[in-house]
């Protein structure tokens, strides 16, 4: 591990991009890559070398929207057990997180996995619905999940997005002027590379699959930097120890097998066509939204607001940073967290408040 953090190496990387001498801005779409560089200090080290980066909507905590949250309460309080991973609970909903359900004394339970989901659904015979959270990393296990025939008493609150067509949406809005993108490890070990190729062809813009480790991250943006300069615009792979061309065909095959695409809002953004993914006919009764539809009725013609002053939506679209937030590090903090952003540990405001704190 430690041979892809030597610093030297970093150096000589920031030595070469200044003698590039470029003025460009990427975008990352993980919660991982962020933390690289912040911990690192790698976001530092890039300083005054023409080089910035910002982080686009890769968390997966994040950009699960209002509406998806309430769903979630109202279910506990019409008396389902909802599973969920650990940073989900403690999201500020319009009134209440699902945390606080929980010590109102709520079938509120975090699990590691869908396979956790899985064991309380099989050891009750009370309704277990899964809250299935992230992108195609954690989709092809949800799919795994349904194929092999879960207990009836189990179903999923669907909130799994894709990555790309989120990509498309950044760079068709405009609002934030791209040089190139930084692609998550993670996603692209499961889908490939493939997917991401339209980005470069229909809209010119440079793309780098990267890993998580340091000299990963200054290796991916050397190579986009490369890409710049020589008018380049393709999809290249720097994490070559876990991604392949194609991917992980089987996981995306059991994606396929179980979900058809849909348009889906996104937080922070509107729906945006093609990001997300529903249960495809033959396996709708396990679709939370379906089965319980009469619970969820009183949800159909609410409107959902954002915290009061939160801009997790401007930080998600890649336009703002945590210090531009009037309330970080004042109202909002991780022990008492206004925003979603600052909830996650994948969060650009639970990141910098970590390990910057205020500075
Ligand atoms: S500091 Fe808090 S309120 Fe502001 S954008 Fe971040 S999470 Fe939202």
Known sequence: MFRYRDKKVSEKIVSSLKEMDLNIRLMHVCGTHQDTLVRFGLDELLKNTGVEIRQGPGCPVCVTTPKEIEEAMLLARKGKTITVFGDMVNVPGQKHSLADMRTQGYNVKIVYSVDDALKIAGKTEEDVVFMAIGFETTAPSTASAILNTPPKNFSILN?????????????????????????????????????YEFLSK?????????????????MGVYMLACQIKNKKAEVEIEYKRSVKYDGNKKAVEMMNDVFELCDVAWRGFPVIKDSGLKLKNNFQSYDARKKFEDELKELNDVEFKEPKGCRCGEMLRGLIEPSDCPLFGKKCTP??????????????CNIVFRYRGLA
Do not use: W
């Open 159 to 195: 909130c799994h997005r894709l990555i790309p067509p989120a990509l498309k949406a950044i760079i068709e809005m405009g609002e934030v002027k791209l040089h190139g993108l930084i692609e998550p490890g993670h996603v692209s070990t499961v889908i490939g590379a493939k997917p």
């Open 202 to 218: 229909d809209y010119g813009v440079p793309q780098v699959i990267t890993g998580f480790e340091p000299l990963d991250l200054m």
């Open 335 to 348: 022990a008492a967290p206004v925003g979603p952003c600052m909830v996650s540990r994948e969060g650009n």
